[in-house]
């Protein structure tokens, strides 16, 4: 749960954890990061569900979207 990249992680965990707990429906969330210019942006983050055969939840992709306009 330790990400470097800018992005607000304790705002994150919450999504991830009721992606692998819940029925797998993808959560969002937006956040204000720092993008690797060092400037501040809004971002929309979706968690969605890696499953692996029998439809079991393995895992969580983050997928980002800068807000920006």
């Known amino acids: 749960m330790n990400?470097?990249?800018g992005l607000p992680t304790d705002q994150l965990r919450p999504i991830i954890r009721q992606t692998l707990a819940g029925d797998g429906e993808a959560q969002e969330v937006t956040v204000e990061?720092?993008?690797?210019?060092?400037r501040r942006i809004q971002v929309r983050v979706l968690g969605s569900?890696?499953?692996?055969?029998?439809?079991?939840?393995v895992g969580v992709m983050l997928t980002m979207e800068d807000l920006a306009p």
């Open 49 to 57: 569900a890696l499953r692996a055969e029998g439809d079991e939840i």
């Open 3 to 5: 990400l470097d990249i």
């Open 33 to 38: 990061a720092v993008n690797r210019r060092g």
